[in-house]
Structure formats: C-alpha cells, structure tokens
C-alpha cells in the first residue's frame, strides 16, 4: 500500500492543483550556492583520496572530519545523480512533474475512466514521495537538532556536507546548483526519512490507505492505483530483497580463523545501491565497506578490529489508530472523554513545471497525540510508528563506525536510534553475535496489536520501550556458527543454541517468515564440522532451493496433481520433477522452475496470498513454448546481468544463497535488478591479523559510463570472484591508481 498511499495522495494534490486551488507560480528558489565560499573552505580540510586499481576510494583524513569531507568528495565525484536524489528526497523535494497536454489527459482520464495509469506515473511518482516526506513531518522533527545531536556528530556530517559542496563548486555545469549548498540538516533528514522504510513501514501505509479508502470516495475512486507501476519503482528504491551474513567461530573452522561474511542485497542501482569506500583517519576511525548515496557513514563494513553485516527485518513497530471525530467539528478527536484539536502542520509541496518555474502548492497535513493522521470529513486514522520522534541515527553509527570491540559495538546500539535491522557481529578475539536489533514499544498486553486500536485511550499510545537487552541476541553459540537471511530471530544456529521465543512478549511482534536462504544456511552450516575458506566461499555462492522450504512445498502441490489427461502438462511436470532445485549456469530445468517460483517469492515479500500453484504451473508451460518452443532451456540463455552494452550470464536466483532478482518479461529474458550486489569476506587468524576480500556487481564508478570502472569488476562478479580490498596500507600503496589532491 505504500504505493497506493504515495500515488493517492500525489493524485489528490495533482487534482487540486490542475483545478486552480492555492497554487502558486514561483522561479527558482532562495538557495544561494556561493562556488567560492566552499573552494576557499577546503582548504581547512586535510585529507587524501587514495583510488585504488578498482577505483575503491580509500579517504585519508588527519581527523575524522577531514576524513568525512574526503568521503563525500569522493561519494559525489562517483554518483552524483543520486546523491542529488538522496537529498531531494530528504527536503520532500522530489517532485518532477512537467505540466502537458499529456500529463493533464492522463489525469483527467484516470478521473473518468481509469485512463492511462503507466503515462500517468510517469509523472507523478516525485509527488507520492514528496506526499510521504510531509506526513510524516520530517522537517519538523530536524528542525531543533542543535539541541540534541553532540558537536562531535555534527562537525562530522558537516565536514561530509562540504565535502560534497566542494565538489559541486569544482563541477558547477555539472549540478543542478539550485539544490546546494547540501547542509548536515539534509543529511539528518534523509536519515528520519529512509529508516522506517527498511523495517516495513510501507506495511502500516499500506493498511492505513485501504482503511481510508473503506470509508472514503475520494480514495476509492484511485485504488487501481495499488498495483501500478510506481510501486515498483518505489519498492526498488527503498525495498530490498534480501539480506545474507553469517560468521564461523574458530572451534567450527578448518584453519583456526574467525570468518564473517557480509552480504546485503539492495537494488542494483539507485539510490540505495551499494557503495564501496574506505574511510580512515588520525583519530581512530578506520572503516571500509558499504554504504549509501548521501549517508556518511559505513553501514556494513569492517576495521582491524571487527565487522558486521546486517539484515532488514520486519518486526511489529507500528500501530493503527482509529480515531472518533468530533460531529460538530471534524478538526478535533476524542481522547480521555474529551475533544481535543488536531496539530495542523501547513506544508508546501514544490512541483516543477519546466526550467526554472516551479508550483508551491500548501497543503494541511494534521497530526494527533498518536502520530501523522490522515482524515476526512467522516473518519480519521493515525499512524504511530518507531523513530518517529529520532533524529541522532548519526551517532549510532559513527560510534559503530569508530568502535574497537565488542562492548563499545554494543553500546552504539544501546541508544536505540538504530530502529530495526538484525545485525551480525564478528571480531579478532573471536567473538560471534547475533541481535535481532529493534526498538520495541511496550504495549498493553490486553490488546491484539495486529489490529487497529481504538484511538480514544490515552492509555494505549506507547512511549516507552524495551531495552537493548531485552531484545533477542546471541553471543558466542557452542555450535560455533550464526547466520541471518532475513528469517525469524529464533532460527539463527543450531537447534540447541537457538532462543526460545516463548520467553518473549507476543506484544513484540516478530516476523515468522523462514526463507530458502536460511534454510540452506542452517543445513549447510550445521552439517560441516569444520568449515575452510573455501567453503566458506561455496556456501555463499550456493544455489539450490531447500526440500525444506516454502518454495519446494508450493512445487509438490504441482507435483501431486493428476495431469495424466493432458500430455502436453504431464510432460512439463514429469520435466519438473527432474530438477534438482539448483539455479547453476548450465541447469536445463532452472529456467522453468523460476517461471514458477518467481510469483510465490513476490507474493511472499508483499504479504499476499500465495498465488495457485497449478495455475502458475500451466501459465509457464504455455509461456515457454510461445517464447521457446521447449521447456529445456539453459539457465545462462535466460539469466544476466547487464550494465550499458554488457550483458553476462550470471548464477543464481530469487531466495537463494546467490541471490539475484528479476522482473519477468514478456520475451522470458530476466536481467537483474536486485540481490547480491556489494559482498565482503573478513577473516582473522589466531594472531588476530586481518584479511578481507569483496566485489561489487559493477565497479565503484556508479553512473560514469565513460569511467573503465563503470563494469570492470562486473566479469569477476559473475564469475564468483572477488578482489582484494586493499584495506592494508601496504597493499594499498602496491596497488594505487591516483591520489586527490596531489
């Protein structure tokens, strides 16, 4: 619904606008970018950006500000596009509509008579998000950080903001330079903005909208909207796929090493696409790994000390109030026996018509003692979800980016800014940790939160929560191994090392999903003994389905039905019972199976009802003979990954170990969006010192299509390779391309 919420909303603006209600015509804006100002305020920085033979930028700051203006120098010379993005979204300034004939018949036909809806969100998809950024008043909730966030945090970021700005000057016909100068604001901002969209926030935006749309005309009249095809851009933004990471105690393996694997799947491009960089500095910061266009810190990494991967997960972190309108007076609510007025918060959406002329169009949004609301003039909603009132995620992760052990990592985490995501630990002194990390309310027992709550009881807004120690974790298991793929948190090791939920209030709303992935973990792992390198190596590149997962019972309800009248399906499921579930290269059923499998997964993510298997079965068998002529087709004709004119068969597929995601197509060619982008091997031997591999799915030139590093680890990645990271000094010194400044 996230989707029907963004395009609803963005539509109701639209419609107001287009018939001539509060808008206003402005030119440009009243942002000043003075070039010379941030040429001239470089110099104050000291700092190095060391490129190595992969184009990897390795920043070299004698403070860690220095570092942090190196880091989003570098960022933005490799992906400004969306680090431009990034922080338009973070202002609710996306909006790109460009007013046309066109545009203006696409929305009026979906008025009369559904119209166009693929022309139309061509249009509208900066309204829904900009819709989304006022609702939940994310300016609002910035706008007195001073008072909150520590000096230290702040001289960060904004050593990072300028970084980004000095870049800018150097490059002005390059930018859109009514956007700058960026400001450590911005960088807050987008922070309060993206985290409830990694924990399933869509989810609770999902269920408001078709609740408002029960009660409401004027939602109605749009819900076509929900399957359109701004969802799918905006899920492929904000949503990924999956995530993998596990780590193997030195009593599990072969050669006496802590071995950790880091693997989060995101989108393969965009503006939550992988970003590679190695940050270092006097003061003690020395992180290399991922990270996003526009964030400042390393969000899955390591340093000499330790690493961590992590995963989203999906806990219950927020709730759905109905709330009682007053009759006389639908600008208040009930609350305790008595009315009470919404907070209305007037907010200015800036729609772009062409050039420099733009619309800003004011629009009310309201606000109750629970949370956002939404209303009309019969019935009212609010939303209250976790990290709605957070603005320092920035020091929780600069503290994990400059943390030495175990208990430091910990106490990052304790000040629960960090809303969700399962973390997996690893460190030199052999220590393994697993926590399925969430900020969860307490809620009053006597109440099914899985439902709307009655929004009259003051009683039953929750402001208070469990703490860091109260949340699901495991350290150091005797099996010696932790895994995490995006599953419960109470199947993460071996049997009689994992937590037993029933010591954890139902209140707290875990997810029950099981994935392929972690299946295939927990039997890979749990049946090696003593676990190499090597097949360390292998077990992150595994391809199969598990007998034991969703995927292959959805299979047997295929494999069960009598198609003994029909030659032509009886055919197809004797072919399927053939495959042995594994999606390598030269597998000539996997193509078939993933015709199958693909609707279960999206089903599965979007948490919608399985879609029939038999009729799933008969749609691919009909599919594959009009595109093919047979079922028997190869895995590496069907199966790529494609950057500019590169198209390389690659491995993998949806829910598996080697993840790779693709949107079917009307030729039954699939070519990855999503999955296993950015993935990083560390190791420390029994003398503590560090090794680390990774690879990126393209190279670290993100949008340069002129750049040799716009694909050039994109063979490795297909091959199963990986590069050295350079993370020593030495090596990077062996192995270095350029250094900015010289």
Known sequence: MKKLSFSLLGLVVLILIFFGLAANINYKNNRSFNTEEFIDRAEHYNFKIIRDTFGVPHIRGEKDVDAAFGFGFAQTEDDYQHIEFSVKMARGELSDLKISLGSLGAILSLITDGGDIEKLTSYIEGVELDFLNKFMNVEGIVRNYENTIPTSTMEYIKGYADGVNYWAALNPSKVDQ??????????????????????????????????????????????????????????????????????????????????LVINSHQPLTGPVAWYEAHIKSNEGLNMMGGTFPGSPFIHVGFNENLGWGATVNQPDLGDIYELTLNPENTNEYLLDGEWKSFKTVKQIFKIKLFGPFYISYPMDMYFSDHGPVLKDENKAYALRYVGMSDIDQATAWYRLNKSTNLEEWKDA??????????????????????????????????YDWTKVIPGDDSSLIWNEFYSFDDIPQILNPDSGYLFSANQNPFFV???????????????MGFQKRTTNRAHRLFELLDDDLSISYKEMDIYKHDNKFSYNSRQYKFLERIFNHDYSTNNKFFEAQSFLKEWDLATDKDNMHAAFGVCMLSPEWLAEIKRKPQPNPLTTFEDCVEEFYENFGRLDIKWSEVNFLERGSKLISVQGGPDVLRAIYAP????????????????????????????????????????????????????????????????????????????FPE
């Open 178 to 259: 009514s956007m700058f100068p960026v400001t450590e604001m911005d960088l807050l901002k987008g922070m309060v903005f993206q985290m409830p969209l990694f924990y399933g926030f869509d989810h609770n935006i999902d269920e408001l909208m078709n609740l408002m749309s029960g009660e409401s005309e004027k939602f109605t009249s749009v819900n076509s909207l929900s399957d359109n095809i701004t969802v799918a851009k905006i899920k492929s933004h904000f949503k990924p796929s999956g995530s993998n990471a596990f780590a193997v105690a030195k009593s599990r393996s072969s050669n006496n090493k802590t071995m």
């Open 413 to 446: 985490l304790r000040m629960q800014e960090i809303a969700s995501l399962n973390l997996l630990y690893a460190d030199k002194e052999d220590n393994i940790f697993f926590v399925h990390n969430m900020k969860s309310p307490i809620r009053n027992s006597d």
């Open 664 to 739: 079917r197509s009307d030729d039954g060619i699939l070519k990855a969006v999503a999955g296993d982008g950015l993935y990083v091997y560390v190791t420390w031997d029994e003398n503590k010192n560090q090794q680390s591999e990774s690879i990126h799915q393209f190279g670290s030139a993100t949008m340069d299509v002129n750049s040799i590093h716009y694909d050039d680890q994109m063979q490795m990645y297909a091959d199963e390779e990986l590069k050295n990271t350079f993370f020593d000094f030495q090596a990077l010194a062996e192995n270095t391309e350029s250094i």
């Open 493 to 507: 090791s071996a049997k009689k090392d994992n937590l037993d939920s029933n010591l954890y209030p139902i209140t």
